[in-house]
Structures are given as structure tokens and as C-alpha cells.
């Protein structure tokens, strides 16, 4: 009977430890996908800006893409926070770009501060990849790296002619 007992002590332990594993995530992913919502929806309003003000085709382009894609990765941050009964942060509007004016400078200008808000977001990813445990937001950190960093080059190239 104590073999039972020790048995079921040991199966419930294996049970609990299981349980915590098969949440899979820790506090490093629920900030990571907090702040990236923050940063993403802010990238989304820099974007905004320059379908209003930019003056060139690559701005313009740029922004349009940007949008959707950022937008998606806000609904799957979000859906994980929800599912581990986080927080999703409440939008917010940011003055970044606010100072920018239409005209010959918007796009360099644009660039320059986009540029910098996606080497944050890139600096963000890799953070993440050494200190997240969840696997979907792992993935999303690594296509953020690979993706930004695209944009990164695609960027400097356009703002060194």
C-alpha cells in the first residue's frame, strides 16, 4: 500500500512539473510580447505618417507594406497574451515623426527615424531568443530579426543615394 502511495506521489509531482512545462512560456515572452505590441503598433503609426506625407514611391511602398504585416504579428502577440490571461496593452498614439513635415526632407527624414525604430525591434528579438521560452514567440523573434534586418540594408541603401 505504501508503494501506492509513493507511486501516486510521484506520478502527481510528474503531473505538476509536466503542467508548468506544457504552458511554455515565462515572464521574458509576456514582456516580449507586450513591449513588441507597443513597437509595432508604433511602427504602424510611423507607417501611417508616410502614406499622408511621403513624397517618393520607396516611402510610400515601404509604408504600405509595413502595415499588414505588422498588424498581423499584433493579432498573434496578442492572442498568446490572451491565452496565458496576460495583458494586452491599450493602443497609445506617439509624437515620433509628429516633428516631420511634408515635403522634399520627409522621406530622409522617415527613413532615418525608421531606421532607428527597427534596430530597436531587431535589438528586441534577439534579446528574446536567449531569454524566452515560447516557441511561437521564438519563431516571431527570429522572422523579426530576419525581416528587419532586411530593411535595415534595403534602407541604408535608399538613404545613401
Known amino acids: 500500500m505504501a508503494l501506492i502511495a509513493l507511486l501516486a506521489l510521484v506520478a502527481a509531482g510528474a503531473c505538476s ?3 508548468g512545462t506544457q ?3 515565462n515572464q521574458a ?3 516580449f510580447n507586450q513591449q513588441m505590441i507597443t513597437h509595432h503598433r508604433q511602427t504602424i503609426q510611423l507607417a501611417e505618417l508616410a502614406s499622408e506625407r511621403g513624397g517618393g514611391d520607396y ?5 504600405k507594406e509595413i502595415i499588414p504585416k505588422e498588424q498581423a504579428d499584433i493579432q498573434k502577440m496578442s492572442g498568446w497574451l490572451t491565452s ?3 495583458a494586452v496593452p491599450a493602443e497609445e498614439k506617439t509624437d515620433e515623426g509628429a516633428e516631420l513635415k511634408a515635403g522634399d526632407g520627409f522621406d530622409r527624414g522617415w527613413l532615418t527615424l525608421l ?3 527597427l534596430e530597436h525591434g531587431v535589438h528586441m528579438a534577439k534579446e528574446i531568443q536567449g531569454t524566452g521560452q515560447h516557441t511561437g514567440t521564438k519563431q516571431l523573434a527570429d522572422q523579426i530579426v530576419t525581416n528587419q534586418t532586411e530593411e535595415l540594408t534595403a534602407i541604408g541603401k ?3 543615394i
Open 17 to 19: 512539473a509536466s503542467a
Open 115 to 117: 531606421k532607428g525604430h
Open 158 to 160: 535608399q538613404l545613401a
Open 84 to 86: 496565458w490571461s496576460e
Open 29 to 31: 515572452d509576456v514582456r
Open 23 to 25: 504552458a511554455g512560456y
Open 59 to 63: 516611402v510610400r511602398k515601404l509604408a
